[in-house]
């Protein structure tokens, strides 16, 4: 039985996932700077020595191009990660994206508490990446033993967003498409129309019950649905200016301590 878990960490509250199969593990995005990277791959090492015996060997998966999800590819690499699988426009665009996205982050001045721990050459956080093919009705496919995982290629919030599916467990992760806690970010790379094919897709999914944002709590069907609504909402009235996204929350109590670790599926 695969054991699924959820990391939410600070900078950016960003949630990361492991995927622990009988075989191999998967990490759900590298997160915002080599802390958080190195905690993810020692979490990893844990949880597969928990339910295995032994460390097992661990693959990572990034869903877009924003810094918060992908700053920790580098230091994953150099600990011996090996495959990243990333969409044709993060490999495309790794190396143009990296150097902006770092210059960005390091000189903004409410990162100055983790900026210092960034690399200073951008080129420190470029790897090797395993592009999924992402031409329509193409879906990426691995087995982490006893453990399916696909990979579609859909897009919106940014030029191109993965989204991770365990079809035996229920389970999606889908990056950015969906923030809980917090307004959707509809950055300049955002395309409002692609969002919400991308959102039916998802929701497409028959099995699919639970959703893991990349912000925020754990969410369901229904709340997938308003935020739809929201997105639809704003492309219909993009002239006026003033609409934004709002924030949603899940209903009930959550625990939304930070660092967070949960756990989605197995025990
Ligand atoms: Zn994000």
Redesign the pocket.
């Known amino acids: 039985m695969a054991k699924v878990s959820v990391l939410s960490q600070n900078p ?1 509250a ?1 949630n990361c996932g492991i995927v622990t199969g009988g075989e191999r593990s998967l990490i759900i995005d590298s997160g915002p700077c080599p802390t958080v990277a190195s905690h993810l791959l020692h979490r990893a090492q844990a949880l597969s020595t928990e339910l295995v015996g032994s460390p097992h060997p661990v693959e990572a998966v990034i869903t ?1 191009d ?1 810094w ?2 992908f700053f920790g590819n580098g230091t994953l690499a150099a600990a011996g990660v090996e495959i990243f699988y990333t969409s044709q426009s993060f490999a495309a665009d790794q190396e143009a994206t990296s150097w902006i996205a770092l210059d960005g982050v390091r000189n903004a001045p409410e990162n100055a508490e983790f900026a210092e721990e960034l690399p200073e050459d951008p080129s420190a956080l470029i790897v090797e990446v395993s592009p999924v093919d992402g031409s329509p009705g193409e879906v990426g496919e691995i087995d982490l033993g006893d453990c399916r995982v696909e990979f579609h290629v859909l897009g919106g919030h940014s030029t191109a967003d993965l989204v991770v599916r365990l079809p035996d467990l229920g389970i999606v992760f889908t ?2 498409l969906v ?1 809980e806690g917090a307004s959707p ?1 509809a950055g300049n790379d955002a395309s409002l129309s692609e969002w919400v094919r991308s959102l039916r897709t998802v929701l497409a999914f028959p099995e699919a019950t639970v959703f893991i944002p ?2 925020g709590v754990p969410v369901d069907r229904e709340f997938v649905e308003r935020q739809l609504e929201d997105i639809d909402g704003l492309r219909m009235n993009q002239a006026d200016a003033e609409v934004a996204l709002p924030a949603r929350t899940m209903p009930g109590d959550y625990d939304r301590t930070l660092p967070r670790e949960i756990t989605i599926a197995g025990s």
């Open positions: 950016a960003v877009h924003h918060d999800h990056g950015d923030e970010q990349g912000h």
